[in-house]
């Protein structure tokens, strides 16, 4: 596989990913609005922090309803929280998504990709601000996940490399 | 920047164009003309080189260096 095959394919795995992201904001938010108005409405769906999960409707212990009935706060903060972190995600694979291109279109140390690898890492950071508090129906609890963390010191690395690849760019433009 | 580059000075003398030239030394008119506005970062010695055996010059006679207090001046 070459360089070329390689970016195409990561650039066609990031324009689904934001398919799929769209979709799932727009799936919860059908749910959010679902749960409040139809008593069966999701019985075989559990939402928490983090995601939702689909089981047979005799295994799941709070169906979306019931969990919506009980504890209305709790369950609008759940859905809200997950929709943030989509719209969150669906930005994070927009500036990935960008920086793939400009690499395929040979603009690897543009000054865009430094902004793009910035804005991943904010982003990341806010995802991990986004999942600081995690509710299953009637617990609240702290949790700290350390991936996104990772993810947003990893970029924030990355786009100081671009930046020291744009000004080497630069001289080198500037060199006769 | 302090250091100055006389290259259209040199072409008046031998009476050359700015085209001949980088046609002559093998860089784009483009190039030349950022080392020509003192836009340029760095010069090669192989720009240089090509640049003085083209002029038939001396690489002091291309650069000069003015300082802070001779620049405000001009």
């Known amino acids: 596989m070459n360089k070329n095959l390689v970016l195409k394919f990561t650039s066609v795995v990031f324009k689904i990913s934001r398919i799929l992201i769209a979709l799932l904001f727009a799936f919860l938010l059908i749910i959010g609005i679902g749960a409040f108005i139809n008593d069966d409405f999701g019985s075989g769906t559990i939402i928490r922090s983090g995601g939702m999960e689909f089981n047979s409707p005799e295994n799941v212990e709070e169906g979306l309803s019931s969990f919506a009935k009980s504890n209305p706060v709790q369950f609008v903060f759940v859905i809200l929280q997950n929709m943030a972190i989509l719209v969150v995600l669906f930005n994070f694979f927009g500036s990935l998504l960008k920086i793939v291109r400009s690499i395929n279109s040979l603009k690897t140390f543009a000054e865009g990709n430094i902004k793009a690898f910035k804005n991943v890492s904010v982003y990341a950071f806010t995802i991990f601000c986004l999942k600081l508090i995690e509710i299953l129906p009637g617990k609240i609890s702290f949790a700290i996940h350390f991936e996104p963390i990772v993810v947003a010191a990893f970029a924030f690395i990355l786009a100081e490399v671009f930046k020291e690849g744009h000004q080497l760019l630069k001289d080198n433009e500037l060199t006769v | ?74």
Do not use: H, W
């Open chain 2, 1 to 74: 920047m302090p250091i100055i580059v006389n290259v259209d000075v040199m072409l008046a003398k031998r009476k050359m164009q700015s085209k001949e030239l980088a046609d002559k030394i093998g860089v784009t008119v483009a190039n030349l003309s950022i080392l020509k506005t003192g836009k340029a970062k760095a010069v090669r010695f192989s720009t240089l080189e090509a640049i003085c055996k083209a002029l038939d010059c001396q690489p002091g006679d291309l650069l000069e260096f003015r300082g802070e207090d001779e620049e405000s001046r001009y």
